[in-house]
């Protein structure tokens, strides 16, 4: 093997490329380490938690729409509604007391809104999939469906 300063440089580093290092965990053998796991475990180490963010829409037909901005958490998320709420399920058991959720919302309907908010992790179902009533909304005027947007960001702590 060649002085590793004689090998050229690489400009553009991709998730496939290779670092070399010693494994502590194996007799401080030398192997080759995937820059992505390397990336996840540093992550791991600097940032407590993964994010799932998005912008959701409801309309006035009651059709939901998901933009997704941020999804590092390895999960894939469904989302479904009703006249009073909407639900987002998991693809995969999350803890409840591991979870965070920030949400701005606002009525963009011409129903008057008493409430649209998210719910806490305390409302994760039993077998950790499902959120129920992510989004529970309370009209006060008594027209649905209710057309929302919001903006949520979703935690989900080492």
């Given at each position: 093997m060649a002085r590793i300063s004689t090998?050229?440089?690489?400009?553009?580093?991709?998730?496939n490329d290779k670092l070399i290092g010693t494994d502590g965990d194996d007799n401080s053998t030398t192997k080759n380490f995937a820059v992505e796991a390397f990336a996840e475990y540093v992550k791991s180490k600097i940032l407590p938690y993964s994010?799932?963010?998005?912008f959701i829409v409801r309309n006035s037909s009651g059709v939901i729409?998901?933009?997704e901005?941020?999804?590092?958490t390895g999960l894939t998320f469904a989302f479904s509604g009703s006249s009073g709420h909407i639900d987002m399920t998991a693809s995969s058991n999350i803890s409840n007391n591991k979870v965070s959720f920030q949400?701005?919302?606002l009525n963009i309907g011409s129903g008057?809104?008493?409430d649209v908010l998210l719910l806490q992790p305390k409302y994760l179902?039993?077998?950790?999939?499902?959120?129920?009533r992510l989004i529970p909304i309370k009209v006060s005027d008594g027209s649905m469906p209710v057309q929302i947007e919001a903006s949520v960001e979703?935690?989900?702590?080492n």
């Open positions: 090998y050229p440089l690489d400009s553009s580093i991709t998730k994010t799932f963010s998005f729409s998901i933009t901005h941020m999804n590092d949400a701005t919302a008057q809104v008493g179902a039993s077998s950790g999939t499902a959120l129920t979703f935690k989900i702590y």
